[in-house]
């Protein structure tokens, strides 16, 4: 974005422009750790992966139903460790909680393994199993 960025800063949205503006605050030495970071959590998962023989996770999406409204996407815990680790991940609607929000299942693939986790959500949401529609 940086080119584009300086020569239409007014066309961005105030919080896209907040993050671009703290994202430029950030050193090579900064960046530098951040993907040493990525690249020790990616080889963790995947020799736990090796290990446990597992080529795929099922985990919640969120800590609950989505939120309310269309100001925030909710808190990343469930979904942060594997987008730090460059892993692929997929979100499917999984019914809904009590207060009519969706809820939702994540899957997650081994990293480089994007095809083979759309086919997996692809024959997971033909079931209907998720949402009672089968």
Same mark, same amino acid.
């Given at each position: 974005h940086a080119s584009m ?28 750790? $951040? ?5 020790? /959590?990616? =080889?963790? *998962?995947? @020799?736990?992966?090796?290990?446990? !023989?597992?080529? #795929? ?27 730090? $680790? ?5 979100? /499917?609607? =999984?019914? *809904?909680? @009590?207060?009519?929000?969706?809820? !939702?299942?994540? #899957? ?27």
């Amino acid at each position: 974005h940086a080119s584009m960025y300086d020569q239409y800063t007014k066309l961005y949205r105030p919080r896209t422009a907040e993050i671009i503006e703290i994202g430029r605050t950030v050193t090579d030495d900064e960046r530098a750790e $951040a993907k040493a970071s990525m690249a020790r /959590l990616r =080889a963790e *998962l995947t @020799d736990l992966m090796d290990v446990e !023989g597992i080529d #795929l996770w099922a985990c919640p999406a969120a800590l609950g139903p989505a939120p309310e409204g269309i100001h925030a996407t909710g808190d990343p815990a469930m979904n942060l460790p594997w987008t730090h $680790a460059g892993m692929p991940a997929i979100t /499917l609607p =999984a019914g *809904l909680a @009590d207060n009519g929000l969706p809820l !939702g299942l994540q #899957l997650v693939a081994r990293f480089g393994q994007d095809e083979m986790l759309l086919g997996w959500a692809e024959l997971i949401s033909k079931t209907g199993v998720l949402t009672g529609r089968r």
